[in-house]
């Protein structure tokens, strides 16, 4: 499981009235192959009861908060970071590695 927090507050929040002043995100993988999202509202009675959240929501709001969470950029250690970036060849920076 992966599970990001995301504030939702300031100038511009997504959806405050559904979601109140943070979002927390979740996915869940399993070895067999299956996947899943969930989210938990500030504004949800049980808190520790994430709902069911379609895909299409997810990248609704990484949409509106501009995460690109297709960007390997996104994903990266600290450590590899650096030696993407230190690299001299800069076709390098562009290979995709799966």
């Not at 002043?21 to 399993?30: L, Q, V, W």
Request: glycine letters at 4%; charged letters at 30%; a negative charge.
């Amino acid at each position: 499981m992966v599970r990001a927090v995301l504030k939702n507050d300031g100038e511009d929040p997504f959806k405050p009235e559904i979601w109140g002043h943070e979002i927390t995100i979740e996915r869940y993988i399993a070895k067999e192959g299956t996947s899943g999202w969930k989210a938990r509202s500030a504004l949800d009675a049980d808190r520790a009861k994430p709902r069911s959240t379609s895909r299409e929501t997810i990248v609704t709001m990484m949409d509106f908060f501009d995460i690109q969470v297709d960007n390997p950029m996104t994903v990266l250690s600290q450590d590899m970071s650096r030696a993407f970036l230190s690299t001299s060849d800069s076709s390098k920076k562009y290979e995709v590695c799966i």
